[in-house]
């Protein structure tokens, strides 16, 4: 079950890999189909990230200290459709990729009328790779919880998640980052399939699945200090973003808007480098393919995303870019080769285990079984 657009990608990923090994599994919605109250927040951020990454953060900010578990109307009618979906669905295990309604989970799942069977077990799975995440993630009562990194864990096993019942086994992600490290031979390919040459340079600017509108300020101030590389631009699903960013092709015509991708392995392998905000699933993807990449941090870092710069930070994975002259120095200084990534063997290791999507599942596969 998921709830919002940052844990889509894990959602599928880990179904997909459980229906390839056996298992019924399926994703859904959980805000869409039983929560309004936390369908209209997860919209209403959606809405803001499109336009204002700034009102986004400001909303988050409210979101994280919003009294959900006050509104007992919403709570009571919430409970009542889980209720009916789980009825239904019937399933031995539920993994929850947005775990802020585990205590709603838990609660339906106590009330459900088949009272001729297990009651199903409940997973949490924690995508966001250092310490951002909120207190209120926290709930032992949960059979169990998948954690991404050794900074996750320490983090919350020390706020009191139960270490018994808590480990660390990457993060799920979908199979085509399975092979690791991006290879030549399929940069080369992408890049030639993409109408690039081989030998240009080419900067991905990702926009994220709403095509967030930052991506096109900072093409602009790009443009004006560095010339001589090949722009792509994503857009997602942000339509006006994308008809914008194709009125400037006119103009430029190393600028390069696109969609929604339908694999961002080939987008990260026709990139020499990537800039985006530090989602959690991007920057997994992007140190497990070995792309270098800058992740921005201006005009401001979504708070359940600070711990994914901290974790870059500390573990030297990636570079950070807190304004446009910074960002454009690393880009040319990465493109001259004076600097780059230098990883140590403790990053190496973080790297090699960040791919979960095998271990959760099947640790799922175990635990259902021993039930």
Known sequence: MNGG???????YALANYLNEN????????????TNPLGDLLCN????????????????????????IDNFSTFNKMSCKRLGVLLDKENPDAIVLICPWISRMILSAVKKLKNTNRLQPLVF??????????????????V???????????????????????????????????????????????????????????????LGGSEG????????????????????????????RLYTKIEILTKIYKNVHPMGFVDSMRELYS???????????????ELIISRVPFIIITYPIVMPQERGNVDFVKENKLGFIANDIQSLSGIIQNIRTGEIRIAYKKSSEKVRNNLFGTRKIGDKIISEIEKK
């Open 5 to 11: 657009n940052g844990t889509i990608v894990p959602s």
């Open 22 to 33: 056996g298992c019924q599994a399926k994703v859904i919605d959980i805000m869409a189909e």
């Open 44 to 67: 209403g951020y959606n809405f803001l990230l499109r336009y204002s990454i700034f009102s986004a953060s400001m909303y988050m900010e409210l979101a994280h200290t919003f009294p």
């Open 124 to 141: 949490v799975n924690v995508v966001d790779l250092g310490t951002g995440m909120t207190l209120s993630w926290i709930n032992n009562n």
């Open 143 to 205: 059979d169990f919880t998948f954690l991404p990194t050794d900074n996750a864990y320490r983090f919350l096993t020390a706020q009191g998640l139960n270490q018994k019942k808590t480990s660390v086994l990457g993060v799920p992600l979908l199979k085509e980052f399975e092979a690791g490290s991006v290879t030549e031979s399929e940069k080369v390919k992408a890049k030639l399939k993409n109408n690039f040459r081989v030998n240009d340079f080419v900067v991905a600017i």
């Open 212 to 239: 967030g509108t930052y991506t096109l300020s900072i093409l602009k101030k790009l443009q004006k200090h560095l010339n001589g590389f090949e722009y792509i631009v994503q857009c997602g699903t942000n339509q």
């Open 270 to 284: 026709m990139s020499d480098i990537v800039i985006t905000k530090p989602g959690a699933i991007t920057i997994s």
